[in-house]
T-cell receptor, first 111, second 112 residues
Framework: GENVEQHPSTLSVQEGDSAVIKCTYS??????FPWYKQELGKRPQLIID???NVGEKKDQRIAVTLNKTAKHFSLHITETQPEDSAVYFC??????????WGAGTKLIIKP | EAQVTQNPRYLITVTGKKLTVTCSQN?????MSWYRQDPGLGLRQIYY???????DKGDVPEGYKVSRKEKRNFPLILESPSPNQTSLYFC???????????FGPGTRLTVL
């Protein structure tokens, strides 16, 4: 079955710098890759997603890239701000329509 | 207001005492899921349902049951809870597998 690995587990960046979180997946049939943000004590919320027919998608300071050949996708956050501090989860939808999740990355924005 | 609700939000119980956590959504979503979240392990899917009367096992279904008799409700049943089921539980719903999942507020369960 599908397996999703996410790195790093913790990422600390200076405010204003960029942050990159990477995920790899194993099932080449996976075709949907969302990213969720979970602030402390709150529920996860979708921030961006990408489908397998697209290589990159942007939404203001957030972008996701997908490399189907290498089976990895990445979240890029530019000009980081204090409110970006949270845990970020990647996920991949497998051929059984089950969403398989990465273990999460705790992003810390240093002032 | 479009939302996913879960009840109870907090529950402390004892080993072996059957319990049900309810989940309800008012967005007419076909797809519903239950997750448990434990420190360092991220979100692990327990069960999911692509429509009424259709349920499938996720990664960690042992010790849990679900039912989907109506589109809006997807209760999680622990027939005989054990301490290793102490966790934060989230219910989520979406139109389909490739659509935004909307999460409920979470249920923090402690089994003594």
């Amino acid at each position: 079955g599908e397996n999703v690995e996410q790195h790093p587990s913790t990422l600390s960046v200076q405010e204003g710098d960029s942050a990159v979180i990477k995920c790899t997946y194993s099932d080449s049939a996976s075709n949907y890759f969302p990213w969720y943000k979970q602030e402390l004590g709150k529920r996860p919320q979708l921030i961006i997603d990408i489908r397998s027919n697209v290589g990159e998608k942007k939404d203001q300071r957030i972008a996701v890239t997908l490399n189907k050949t290498a089976k990895h996708f990445s979240l890029h956050i530019t000009e980081t701000q204090p409110e970006d501090s949270a845990v970020y989860f990647c996920a991949a939808l497998d051929s059984n329509y089950q969403l398989i999740w990465g273990a999460g990355t705790k992003l810390i924005i240093k002032p | 207001e479009a939302q996913v609700t879960q009840n109870p939000r907090y529950l402390i119980t004892v080993t072996g005492k059957k319990l049900t956590v309810t989940c309800s959504q008012n967005m007419n979503h076909e797809y519903m899921s239950w997750y448990r979240q434990d420190p360092g392990l991220g979100l692990r899917q327990i069960y999911y349902s692509m429509n009424v009367e259709v349920t499938d096992k996720g990664d960690v279904p042992e010790g849990y049951k679900v039912s989907r008799k109506e589109k809006r409700n997807f209760p999680l049943i622990l027939e005989s809870p054990s301490p290793n089921q102490t966790s934060l539980y989230f219910c989520a719903s979406s139109h389909g597998g490739t659509d935004t999942q909307y999460f409920g507020p979470g249920t923090r369960l402690t089994v003594l």
